[in-house]
């Protein structure tokens, strides 16, 4: 990828089977996979939040649901594995940090204590730049954020991953190893959920442990008379994992302040302790740790 100097002065470069090169090389060799398994390994559990379809909220919920394991005193890392529209830069107030890079580590950018991040945001010159890459070298650029990036020991890496069952989220699977698990994201209506169930098909192709489904965008609550609208159904989701038989992890409402906190950066389940909404992450969190 581009090369991007570091505020230390160096410079950063940016299906089951084994990934390959299209000329039929292997995607990753030995050596790197060695390097790969010592870092997964510091890593004990891998959250991969997935959607059918965009537009179903899944950054938002993926960046909340990260702030709210680090507020429960888990170490936590987030991965914005959506190489041409990352959000994760924006939606923790990140955009413009200096990135510090040594030899070939890359250090993650810091959002709280103990929770870190990685976006190819970062990178990027302007926050509009169009990032046109083919699938190799996305393939390429993810094995580096897992390889290269100093994340430490981490109780939970969350992996925001771009919509749909292509390069991406196959990618991230193939690398990230053992203690890995799918949370999918959708909102109530039934052209959501049809692709939803693709996005079940691909986790279970691909052995990949689904921990639940998260209904977002299930009702919205009117601040001035307390009525909730149901604008884009409910209880599809819920209906869904009962049909699936998965778990249900919770109903996230549409907040109008969920998505100012989002366009300002601020960590809403933070903020927003004692609101219903943060009391619903939290809910949702708890029933993630409860299935360590």
Known sequence: MAKKKSDQGDQA??????????EGKPFIDFLEREVLGEKMDQIKHKLIV????GGVGKSTVAANLAISLALADQEVGILDADIHGPSIPKLLHLEGQPLRVRGETIYPVEFMPNLKAMSIGFFLREADEAVIWRGP???GLLKQF??????GTLDYLVVDSPPGTGDEPLTVIQL???????????????????DVKKCVNFCRKLNLPVLGIIENMSGFVCPHCGKTTDIFKSGGGERLARDLNLPFLGKIPIDPDLVLAGDLGEPYPQKYMGT?????????VRRILDQK
Do not use: C, H, Y
């Open 13 to 22: 470069t940016a299906d089951t089977s084994e990934p390959r090169q299209p």
């Open 50 to 53: 997935l959607s059918g379809k």
């Open 176 to 194: 990230l190893g053992k203690a890995q698990a799918a949370v999918i994201v959708t909102t109530p209506q039934e052209m959501a959920l049809i």
């Open 137 to 139: 070298l996305k393939m």
């Open 276 to 284: 219903e909404t943060a009391q619903i992450f939290s809910g949702i």
């Open 146 to 151: 897992l390889k290269d990036v100093a994340w």
